[in-house]
């Protein structure tokens, strides 16, 4: 510790600690908040294989789906900061698998929102009774998705090659990710 006049002098850091995020179960009207931050994500095309033209109703369906289906919010006060739903991959013999799917508003980005929201998830689905947690389209390129996948345990157990069309990269591969509960 430095000293100053003989006296030590505390190290305070400069980064404001934040306190985890209340993660909640969203309702139908927290929607209007929800539909900007998949619109923006959507539209830049660069995460996920949704259409960039998807209209408002189709969304909701998607990300407000009917029970087994849920969809969780971490907030900040007023402030949503991100959301994710899960529900089964596929019905019948598959349902046993749960399905993801992440978005972080961009000012949130980079302050652990999405680790947080895929721990809550591989939580959630372990109450739900799955027995793992697959994603059936990563894309390849969204790098800070699939290193946090592997560092939560998820392994890439399949590839699409050239299964998704980046703006900006062209051509990239679509990952299989795993994570068994």
Avoid: C
């Avoid at 306190?19 to 309702?27: F, V």
């Avoid at 087994?68 to 598959?94: C, E, I, K, R, S």
């Amino acid at each position: 510790m430095p000293h100053l006049r003989g006296k030590p002098t505390p190290i305070v850091s400069r980064v404001t600690p934040r306190p985890d995020p209340a993660i909640r179960r969203a309702a139908a009207d927290d929607w209007p908040r929800i539909w900007p931050i998949f619109r923006e994500v959507t539209v830049a095309g660069d995460t996920f294989v949704y259409d960039p033209q998807t209209d408002e109703a189709t969304a909701r369906g998607w990300w407000l789906g009917p029970p087994p289906n849920q969809t969780w919010l971490a907030v900040d006060g007023d402030a949503l900061l991100g959301f994710y739903t899960l529900g089964p991959n596929h019905g019948g013999p598959g349902a046993h698998i749960a399905n993801a799917s992440y978005m972080v508003d961009a000012p949130a980005r980079g302050r652990g929102i999405g680790r947080r929201l895929v721990e809550h998830s591989l939580e959630q689905a372990r109450v739900a009774g799955y027995l793992g947690v697959q994603f059936n389209a990563v894309a390849a390129s969204n790098v800070w998705a699939v290193k946090l996948y592997q560092d939560l345990g998820f392994e890439t157990i399949g590839t699409v090659p050239d299964g998704f069309r980046h703006p900006e990269q062209g051509l990239v591969d679509l990952l299989i990710m795993f994570h068994p509960l």
